[in-house]
């Protein structure tokens, strides 16, 4: 039975974000929507961005006339063969900002949002492309994303809009704070700078392409978007490579920031700055590959084992890269590097 208000996903819509949309299309709050349809599941316990019960797609397929296609392409499971190759339930997923759900609980900045999309939104929602961590501006205005509320400072959480509000009637749009009801869309807005033009031209072609359901990535770029996430996860570490972050800053003229070391941390669960200044920064190690990477280890920003430690899907490419820099094997790379 086909429900009286079947509103279909926006393009690049967030699963989450499309199934708010749907209860408050149909005059009911997303609980009590969601319980009589679903009376014997809780489907709001877990990140269901990143695990959509298969049944529940096929139910919401059967409910709205959407076609099961459609619906898969607001998860972030269709960014399987783009970003990662398998989505575990219990592992964390490369470039997917990291939310910490518990029992419809949010307490981290995994979402961000861009003002300027939802200014010229006629009904606002939330983006797919807004959970990718490499997502950190964006490529339609170029501006940089917030992670928060910049009136209350409150973390982004849509979905709890309704919290402590029982007589609830009239449902706001998306694009209000949850916690204060700041107009999101009024955010000031910053413009994004990069110190070089490839660089930015390339993260740019990059979330494009992610956003893009038709566009299928060729193995070479998605080994450059591995290669990528190893080196910021390396210049992030608690205890590897600690000088590689202030040196790839030095070799971009890019401020660096004071990043917390102090504990194991996984780069999804960064803040957008961190993660922006981390990428911006890794990125000066693709130009000119792989001379700036050989470079940088000559300089000794960072040693070849490093480079190898922990990344379980290197592509071979960049491990024969790699083993060029062992001094053992190839002494006269290593002698040219110690006579710079």
């Not at 319980?35 to 139910?59: K, Q, S, T, V």
């Not at 939802?118 to 990718?132: C, I, L, N, P």
Request: neutral net charge.
């Amino acid at each position: 039975m086909i429900l009286p208000a079947h509103p279909k996903p926006y393009p690049d819509e967030l699963f989450t974000s499309w199934l708010i949309r749907l209860a408050h299309a149909n005059a009911l709050k997303v609980q009590t929507f969601y319980h009589l349809l679903f009376p014997d599941y809780e489907i709001w316990n877990r990140d269901i961005d990143r695990h959509a019960p298969d049944w529940l797609i096929h139910a919401l397929a059967e409910k709205t006339g959407c076609p099961i296609a459609q619906i898969h392409e607001t998860t972030l499971d269709s960014l399987k063969g783009k970003l990662f190759e398998y989505n575990r339930i219990f592992s964390q997923l490369a470039w997917i900002s990291s939310l910490k759900a518990n029992h419809r609980k949010r307490d981290n900045n995994a979402i961000a949002y861009c003002p300027k999309c939802f200014a010229e939104d006629q009904e606002s929602y939330f983006r797919k492309s807004w959970r990718v961590a490499l997502h950190t501006f964006c490529p339609k205005h170029l501006t940089m994303l917030h992670d928060c509320c910049l009136e209350c400072g409150a973390y982004i959480a849509f979905h709890r809009q309704e919290l402590g509000r029982p007589n609830l009637h009239h449902f706001t749009a998306l694009k209000y704070c949850w916690h204060c009801q700041y107009d999101l869309s009024q955010s000031p807005s910053e413009s994004v700078v990069f110190t070089n033009d490839k660089i930015g031209q390339q993260w740019q072609t990059w979330l494009n392409q992610i956003a893009d359901p038709h566009y299928h990535f060729r193995q070479p770029e998605i080994d450059w978007l591995k290669i990528l996430h190893h080196f910021v996860v390396i210049a992030t570490s608690q205890r590897l490579a600690p000088n590689l972050y202030a040196y790839l800053c030095n070799q971009i003229q890019q401020q660096p920031l004071n990043l917390d070391r102090s504990k194991r941390l996984i780069w999804e669960s960064r803040s957008l700055a961190e993660r922006h200044s981390t990428i911006h920064a890794c990125l000066w190690l693709l130009q000119d590959y792989p001379n700036n990477l050989i470079q940088a280890w000559q300089d000794k920003a960072v040693r070849y084992n490093h480079l190898l430690k922990d990344f379980r899907d290197c592509p071979d490419s960049f491990r024969e890269i790699v083993s060029q820099m062992n001094r053992n094997v190839h002494k006269e790379l290593y002698m040219s590097s110690n006579s710079q």
